[in-house]
């Protein structure tokens, strides 16, 4: 991010951006940078917090008319409202199951009144229908693969898409689900207390002592430090990339 | 949240090994007025338009997205799985505010929000943004666009 500020700001574009790590933007000196004390995912804040991200990005662009210094680091003062894990919460009944597919169909009215109310959904990077994502991450590490369902996409490729489509289905139903939880609350959930996370989770384990270097790779980008064991995360950083 | 104190102790320490680029030079671009400045937004969520190819780690390239496109067709393909995206998965302004920015242009904050917006891959390396960053930089001369809001995930 703060290189590419940098070069286009030396080709005459100005630029300001937000930080999200402090130490990064400190070392990097892009011209102009506003630190955010957010959570990783959100630059300008929280969802449906308009009057807020406006605030952020407008503190962001103010660094545009500030004296000229060799680099500007700010600090915004305030932390993103809302966003402390909400006490008590629970997942509402009914969204886990005993199967993966089971978890589908229990979620699929979720997940449709949230495409109807939003008018959006962030599930499709596969371009594939949820059904044939979970059969294809069913079957990937059994005895009798599904063939790749994205024959144009590497089957790694394939693997990191489909898991991507799986979790933003079923975390876009529990959030229509559920009332006010934190991103927090709601990927622990996914990782914790589902069968779909179980499934990943299984798929990362059986990543690192795979045939295939490839799968080896995609250790890195299956499950998130915070729901990962110190000692698997290790492992992960020992799979070169 | 994100003082690196808060992050789990295995993702504090990957961040505190991150390689931070350093540069020789500290470019600034002077004169700016917000009321006469044309902004863009530039993520690095990996952003892309429904239907198209994710973008793969260390591909440089960016990507574009209309300001006027349906929201429904903007989807994220960074590899990380280390941030948020609930926030994302609920409102796409969360990581590309195209709202927030047209809204400070219509009340004459900003002079104009571009007609397109950009989005790299932040799973990359420094030096390889160089090239695509500079041509990036021609197309928005090109087009009038004098100022970024830069926004990671």
Redesign the interface.
């Known amino acids: 991010m703060s290189a590419i500020a940098h070069f286009l700001e030396e080709e005459g574009i100005a630029t300001t951006l937000v930080a999200l790590i402090r130490p990064h933007a400190e070392k990097a000196r892009p011209p102009r940078a506003l630190w955010v004390p957010f959570q990783l995912g959100r630059p300008v804040g929280g969802p449906g917090q308009a009057d807020f991200q406006r605030t952020v990005i407008r503190s962001a662009l103010a660094l545009l008319e500030s004296t000229p210094a060799p680099s500007i680091l700010e600090d915004f003062p305030e932390d993103e409202p809302d966003s402390a894990c909400v006490v008590g919460w629970a997942a509402p009944g009914g969204l886990s199951a005993d199967t993966v597919l089971a978890e589908i169909e229990a979620l699929a009215p979720w997940y449709e009144r949230s495409k109807q109310r939003s008018g959006r959904t962030t599930v499709g990077i596969t371009g594939l229908e949820i059904s044939t994502v979970a059969h294809y991450l069913l079957s990937v590490d059994g005895e009798r693969p599904l063939p790749n369902p994205r024959a144009d996409f590497a089957p790694v490729q394939t693997l990191r898409y489909a898991v991507d489509d799986l979790k933003a289905y079923y975390l876009e139903a529990a959030t229509e689900a559920s009332e006010r939880a934190s991103g927090w609350q709601l990927a622990n959930w996914f990782w914790e207390s589902t069968q779909g996370g179980q499934l990943v989770k299984q798929l990362h384990e059986n990543s690192f002592d795979h045939r295939v270097e490839e799968r080896r790779h995609a250790a890195w980008w299956l499950v998130p430090d915070g729901w990962a064991s110190r000692e698997t995360v290790e492992r992960t950083w020992k799979v070169s990339h | ?4 104190a808060d ?5 504090r320490e ?3 090994r ?1 390689k ?4 020789g ?6 004169g ?3 009321k006469q ?1 044309t ?1 863009t937004l ?1 993520s ?1 969520a990996g952003l ?1 338009m ?2 198209d190819r ?1 973008v ?2 260390h591909d440089p390239r960016y990507r574009t997205i209309a300001h006027s496109g349906a ?2 067709d903007i ?3 960074h ?17 590309l ?1 195209r ?3 047209q ?2 242009a219509d009340a004459g ?2 002079g104009a929000v571009a007609d397109e917006h950009y989005a ?1 891959m ?1 799973a990359t390396q ?2 390889l ?2 090239k695509s ?2 041509k ?3 197309l ?2 090109k087009k009038g ?9």
């Not at chain 2, 931070?20 to 540069?23: A, D, E, L, N, V």
């Not at chain 2, 030079?25 to 002077?30: E, G």
């Open positions: 949240m994100v003082r690196l992050l789990p102790a295995t993702k990957g961040m505190e991150y931070t680029p350093c540069f030079t500290q470019p600034w671009v002077n700016i007025s917000l400045a902004v530039i690095t892309i429904r239907g994710p793969t780690p929201a429904n989807l994220m393909s590899v990380s799985v280390n941030f948020d995206r609930t926030g994302f998965q609920q409102d796409l302004n969360v990581v505010p709202e927030r920015l809204e400070l904050e900003i790299f932040g420094a030096h943004l160089e960053s500079r990036l930089a021609a928005l001369h666009i004098d100022t970024a809001l830069l926004l990671p995930v």
